[in-house]
């Protein structure tokens, strides 16, 4: 009879996977899962990951052990039939080393692995940047005093100043993004071997 939970799926494999398959999964379910990659979160989620990290676990202990593996495998034909499957390569494969498990017990590393990308350095200050928002802060100021003084005139500049400003917001990174590749096109250019 087979198991509630298939442990090849429990860690996304194939059932031919080779053992280098198996642990790439079971690393990365472990990370997915680990209880302490979810102490900030709510009661409910936490005992999710704790079960899931469980059946992650047994899974590993069954299918890293070539002896239990067989005899998960066969049960597993017992109760269903296989279908076709992928042929599994020729040779012996990758084996872990029996003393190679010091990385299962590393998970503060895990935790703290991250794949947000670190601040971009500080660029040159340019006063241009501040200009649409400076010609916008006029352009409201105008706008006031020409609603103050029921000027039709100052109105008008004022619209004309609000466009400009909507103008340069969207000019101004255009020109930015341009300069910038240029610059690297530039440091490029002198990179190569042969153009020293």
């Known amino acids: 009879m087979a198991p509630a939970e298939d442990h090849y799926e429990v860690l996304g494999i194939g059932s031919g996977a080779d053992p280098a398959e198996i642990r790439r999964a079971y ?13 900030g979160r709510t009661a409910a989620e936490r005992a999710h990951a704790e079960r899931r990290m469980r059946d992650v676990n047994e899974a590993w202990r069954v299918l890293s052990d070539p002896g239990r593996r067989r005899a998960y495998d066969e049960r597993r034909t017992l ?15 990758w ?27 500080p660029g040159e200050r340019r006063p241009v940047r501040i200009l649409p928002a400076a010609i916008l802060a006029l352009g409201a100021a105008v706008a006031l005093l020409g609603t103050i003084l029921t000027s039709r005139p100052m109105l008008a500049v004022a619209f004309m100043l609000a466009g400009i400003s ?28 042969g153009n020293r």
């Open 27 to 39: 690393v990365k379910q472990a990370r997915r899962f680990h209880p302490d990659a979810h102490a």
């Open 79 to 93: 109760a269903d039939p296989p279908r076709a499957s992928r042929a599994r390569p020729a040779g012996p494969g």
């Open 95 to 121: 084996r872990p080393r029996v003393d190679d498990d010091g990385w299962m017990h590393d998970y503060a590393a895990w935790r703290d692995e991250t794949d947000v990308l670190p601040p971009d350095p």
């Open 166 to 193: 909507l103008a340069l917001w969207v000019w101004l990174p255009m020109a930015e993004l341009a300069r910038g590749r240029a610059s690297d096109a530039a440091a490029d250019r002198r990179a190569r071997p």
